[in-house]
């Protein structure tokens, strides 16, 4: 996450992307990151149980978490209809700016665990 991403105007964010059944999830906080990592779940019941989970880490909740998801699924995916069952802010498209993953995540899905250590190297 790039410098100018960690500040107030994204606190109560969940940046989430779906590769799979791979979900890497990120919250930047004022103060820098305040959760990052990444989950293996094929049921969307329960990557939205591992989503509800994280926003609760973060102190947000899922009632004020703004969820912004993107990668390799569609608005019309079961896990979409899911969470804006039980997320108020939900909203699906393309990478934030902000968020740089390592290149050899965005190029290779199956090597999700530098997709932890590039968001690790932007802080």
Do not use: C
Not at 61 to 83: F, N, R, S, Y
Not at 108 to 121: F, S, V
């Amino acid at each position: 996450i790039r410098q100018g991403f960690l500040n107030t105007a994204y606190t109560g964010h969940l940046f989430v992307q779906v590769v799979g059944d791979h979900l890497m999830v990120a919250a930047p906080g004022q103060d820098g990151l305040l959760f990052a990592n990444v989950f293996k779940a094929a049921m969307p019941e329960d990557q939205l149980l591992i989503l509800l989970l994280a926003a609760e880490e973060t102190g947000i909740g899922h009632a004020q978490a703004k969820l912004e998801v993107w990668g390799l699924t569609d608005e019309q995916a079961p896990l979409m209809l899911h969470l804006r069952q039980y997320f108020p802010h939900v909203s699906f498209g393309k990478r934030p700016t902000g968020i740089g993953i390592s290149n050899a995540f965005d190029e290779l899905p199956a090597t999700l665990a530098y997709a932890l250590l590039g968001l690790y190297g932007r802080i």
